[in-house]
């Protein structure tokens, strides 16, 4: 550390308050871009309050209680997971990261695992515990830390690309501009006649040029103009209620008197979802317990180690991505203390589990807020205290749009593209496993598969030009576990576990 890097240390502690506390002055911020940037990260990662519940909904059954009241109390788990766990990030780490349950992980507990393997819903709670207990035991010892700095060079670099193209994907699709094809798997959407596509892509654009012209904000800017084009096209009658706006905004209507205008919101719908939450989750929080009895170990543990590995390595690839984006890794492409962000994801997954919902992860959105300028765990505060104000509004949080929240993701990838400049694209040793990395992630919808074909693919290539000196010990173990784990998830060995 250099004199300057100490004098700027010694200004941020004197200064005291929220900025001392944050380190604004070490990492070059302040008050109002760390609140822009939590803004823009929660706008972005919100549609988790009312997809999680749709995806666990239908494994998640409580006697006695309608599926829309089991809905709303996963919506207040979701929420209460990502405050705790967000939180953590905030005032431990200090990281602008934002933490929630997981896409993908969700999936996995409801379709495959509760549904697909007919594992009670509560035993699968309680590997998403006995999951998080195992990290937070693993990151206190430094395990976690150890593993991902092993990652080889090429794909720490790729990581970013690989979540950007990951992002785009995701965007894009929900954006209805990339739609599914039963021959080319994917093409171009109805984007001259679809009323979100278009929504959507005037907003993309509108995002685009305020980003490009520096304005602050510009990504919330979007999303807000955009759910605001969508309501306004509602009320004016252009398109049915419910299709770009939230179900409540609805067209306008005249009276006898042209200038007497009624409409434009149903009240009644309205009070409907601000009222109609069920917040007593007692069915749900502590069920895990229940689900620990009875157990058969050799076919739980397969789940745990699952969802271990699934958990593990799509934290590492979002932590080490945004970190890239952010400008935290060091030379070695590893980000500093990253054993602070790890327990922060640990003591969220378990007590996700212990209230009643899937493994809690980081957001690979906050790559919206840090692009915004978030560098610190104000941000991820900011995140946090707005999923906790949401709490009180539970059904309003679908009032943004899927289509308007996800145009970040479209402007962000765009950034996280760049990362791609930082592997060496022309040793083909660097080449083949950052290539796979970027390649796999969007294609098989997986941040963990993609680094698994680049750890994978290394040892092999270097051994192929005759370079196996440069392989670690580690990075071949971490290889062949990819292995294993691929033989476990994928060659029908959870399955036979579970059902003998």
């Known amino acids: 550390m250099g004199p300057a890097d100490t004098q700027t240390d010694e200004s941020s502690n004197e200064s005291g308050g929220v900025r001392g506390f944050f380190e604004f002055d070490r990492y070059g911020t302040d008050l109002g871009t760390e609140v822009t940037a939590g803004v823009t990260t929660f706008l ?6 009312f997809l999680n519940p749709a ?105 970013g ?14 954006m209805g501009i990339v739609v599914n094809d039963d021959t080319t798997l994917v093409t171009l959407g109805n984007v001259a006649s679809d009323p979100i596509a278009i929504v959507s892509i005037v907003g993309l654009f509108l995002t685009l040029a305020l980003y490009a012209r520096g304005i602050r904000g510009s990504i919330v800017i979007g999303i807000l103009g955009t759910t605001v084009l969508g309501s306004l096209v509602t009320m004016a009658g252009l398109v049915s209620t419910g299709t770009v706006a939230p179900s409540f905004v609805v067209p306008l209507r005249l009276g006898l008197d042209p200038l007497v205008v009624s409409g434009g919101f149903d009240w009644a719908a309205l009070q409907s979802q601000l009222f109609g939450a069920q917040y007593d989750i007692s069915p749900l929080a502590g069920a895990f317990v229940t689900g620990l009895s009875g157990v058969e170990p050799f076919s739980f543990a397969l789940i ?3 969802f271990f590995f699934v958990d593990f390595f799509d934290t590492a690839g979002t932590l080490t991505g945004v970190g890239q984006a952010a400008g935290f890794l060091d030379e070695d492409g590893d980000l500093p203390e990253i054993e602070k962000p790890l327990m922060a994801d640990a003591v969220g997954t378990t007590v996700g589990g212990m209230l009643g919902t899937s493994t809690v992860t980081t957001f690979i959105e906050s790559a919206t807020g840090v692009e915004e300028g978030g560098r610190t765990g104000m941000t991820a505060l900011v995140v946090a205290l707005l999923f906790l104000v949401s709490l009180a509004f539970v059904p309003l949080a679908t009032a943004i749009p899927l289509y308007a929240s996800h145009i970040a993701l ?32 969007p294609f098989t919808f997986n941040i963990g598969y993609g680094i698994a ?25 971490l290889a062949l576990a990819f292995v294993v784990y691929f033989v476990v998830a994928t060659g029908g060995v959870l399955d036979a576990a579970v059902g003998s």
Do not use: C
Not at 44 to 49: D, P
């Open 304 to 306: 745990v180690f699952t």
């Open 44 to 49: 972005t990662m919100s549609y988790i309050v």
């Open 453 to 477: 074909a680049g750890i994978v693919s290394y040892p092999l290539v270097k051994v192929a030009v005759g370079e196996w000196e440069d392989v670690r010990p580690t990075q071949v173990a």
């Open 410 to 441: 479209v402007v962000i990838a765009v950034v996280m593209l760049g990362n791609i400049a930082a592997v060496d694209w022309d040793d083909i040793t660097h080449a083949v496993p950052a290539g796979l990395t970027i390649l796999v992630m």
């Open 55 to 159: 995806i666990l909904g239908p494994a998640i059954t409580v006697p006695g209680m309608s599926d829309g009241a089991v809905r709303s109390m996963l919506a207040v788990v979701t929420i209460l997971s990502a405050v705790v766990a967000t939180t953590v990030m905030a005032l431990y780490a200090n990281r602008p990261f934002g933490q929630a349950p997981g896409l993908g992980l969700n999936a996995f507990f409801a379709f495959t695992v509760v549904l697909g393997l007919g594992v009670a819903w509560q035993t699968a709670l309680a590997a998403v515990v006995v999951e998080g207990v195992v990290f937070v035991l693993l990151t206190a010892v430094g395990a976690r830390k150890f593993i991902i700095e092993a990652f080889p060079e090429p794909v720490k670099f790729s990581v």
């Open 161 to 174: 690309a690989g979540i950007g193209a990951f992002l785009a994907l995701i965007g894009l699709e929900e």
